[in-house]
């Protein structure tokens, strides 16, 4: 199983994934892959990604 590339997002860079993420007006492609890309950042496979966010698996991979 491949592991998503390790990401190391600074504390600004995850405040701005996370606002970009709940804003009502960002596309909801961005908010999606903000999302994937947090999860990501935590570690998780890609494998864990795709199936958290409901998506094909390739989706889930950086």
Same mark, same amino acid.
């Given at each position: 199983?491949?592991?998503?590339?390790? %990401?190391? #997002?600074? $504390? !600004?860079?995850?405040?701005?994934?996370?606002?970009?993420?709940?804003?009502?007006?960002?596309?909801? *492609?961005?908010?999606?892959?903000?999302? %994937?890309? #947090?999860? $990501? !950042?935590?570690?998780?496979?890609?494998?864990?990604?795709?199936?958290?966010?409901?998506?094909?698996? *390739?989706?889930?991979?950086?």
């Amino acid at each position: 199983m491949r592991v998503a590339r390790a %990401i190391e #997002l600074s $504390a !600004a860079a995850r405040t701005e994934l996370e606002r970009l993420m709940r804003r009502r007006t960002t596309p909801q *492609r961005v908010a999606q892959r903000c999302r %994937i890309v #947090l999860l $990501a !950042a935590q570690g998780l496979r890609d494998k864990l990604v795709a199936e958290q966010m409901q998506v094909a698996p *390739r989706m889930g991979t950086l």
